[in-house]
C-alpha cells in the first residue's frame, strides 16, 4: 500500500499534538526556552541538508525563480488565510491568529524537508515505509512541543502533510517511466538542498532573527525539477 507510510506519519503528527495539550500550561518561560532549542536544531537540520547540493546554481535559480512565482501569488498570504479561516471554525476571533501560526509553522517544518521526498518516493517505488514512519516519530515528537507553544493549530499541518507526501507516494508508482533514475537520483539531491534553506529560514523565523516569508519561497521545491533537468541537460 503506497500511502501506508504517509497515514502512519499523519496520525503521530495528531497523536503528539494531542499530547502537547496536556503541556500547554507550563511557564511561558519555559515554552520560549523550548522554542529556541527547537529553532536552534530546524537550523541545524536545514544547513545538513543545504549542504547536500552538488549543484549550488540549482539551488540559487531555483530559490529566485520561486521568491518570484511566489511573491506574485502571495502564497504566504493565502496560508496565514487558510489558517485563520480554520482558526475560526474551532476558537474565537482574538485566537485565530494562535491557529494560523501554528497552522503554517508545523506545516511547513513538516513538509519541507528531505525525509518528505525521500519517505514518499520509497513508499511508492519500493514499498518500503521505515523512512516515512521514523520522520513520523520525529513530526510526533516535534508536535508536542510545537503544541506547547502554538496551540492546537499545529494538529491541522496532518493536511498537507498527508496530500503532499500521498501524492509523491501515488505519482512515485509511476515515475520512474518517465525520469531516468540517475536524473531522479540527483534531483532529489538539489530538491533536498532547497528544502533545506527554506528549513534553515523557518529556524530562523521560531528564533525571530528576522521574519521570512518562508510561504512565498515555497515554489522553489516545484521549480527546481525543470531547473534541474535543463542543467542535468547541458552540465
Known amino acids: 500500500m503506497a500511502l501506508y507510510g504517509t497515514i502512519i506519519n499523519g496520525i503521530l503528527i495528531v497523536v503528539g499534538t494531542l499530547l ?13 526556552t523550548v ?8 537550523i541545524l537540520i536545514g544547513m545538513q541538508m543545504a549542504f547536500s547540493t552538488e549543484a549550488i546554481i540549482v539551488v540559487l535559480l531555483s530559490l529566485l525563480t520561486g521568491a518570484i512565482i511566489g511573491e ?6 493565502g496560508l496565514n488565510r487558510l489558517g ?19 497552522f503554517v509553522t508545523a ?34 515528537f516535534v508536535a508536542l512541543v510545537l503544541t506547547t507553544t502554538l496551540g492546537f493549530g499545529v494538529v491541522f499541518s496532518v493536511i498537507p502533510v498527508v496530500v503532499y507526501q500521498g501524492g509523491i507516494a501515488l505519482l512515485a508508482t509511476q515515475i520512474d517511466r ?13 530538491l533536498t538542498a532547497v528544502g533545506g534553506l527554506l528549513i ?15 510561504g512565498n ?13 535543463v542543467y542535468h541537460l547541458f552540465v
Do not use: C
Open 217 to 229: 519561497l515555497l515554489p522553489a521545491v516545484i521549480t527546481v525539477v525543470p531547473i534541474y533537468y
Open 35 to 42: 522554542m529556541h532549542g527547537i529553532g536552534l536544531a530546524v
Open 200 to 214: 534553515v529560514a523557518i529556524g530562523l523565523n521560531l528564533l525571530k532573527i528576522i521574519q521570512i516569508r518562508v
Open 84 to 102: 485563520n479561516w480554520i482558526g475560526s471554525k474551532f476558537v474565537s476571533e482574538n485566537k485565530n491568529f494562535s491557529i494560523a501560526e501554528g
Open 107 to 140: 506545516s511547513l517544518i513538516f513538509v519541507i524537508g528531505a525525509m518528505s521526498v525521500i519517505g514518499a518516493l520509497d513508499s511508492g517505488l519500493r514499498g518500503d515505509h521505515e523512512v516515512l514512519i521514523t520522520k513520523g516519530v520525529i513530526d510526533g
Open 178 to 190: 518517465w525520469i531516468p533514475e540517475e536524473v531522479l537520483n540527483g534531483l532529489i539531491i538539489e
Open 72 to 77: 506574485f501569488l502571495h502564497l504566504e498570504e
Open 20 to 32: 502537547g495539550l496536556f503541556f500547554t500550561k507550563i511557564p511561558e518561560k519555559y515554552k520560549e
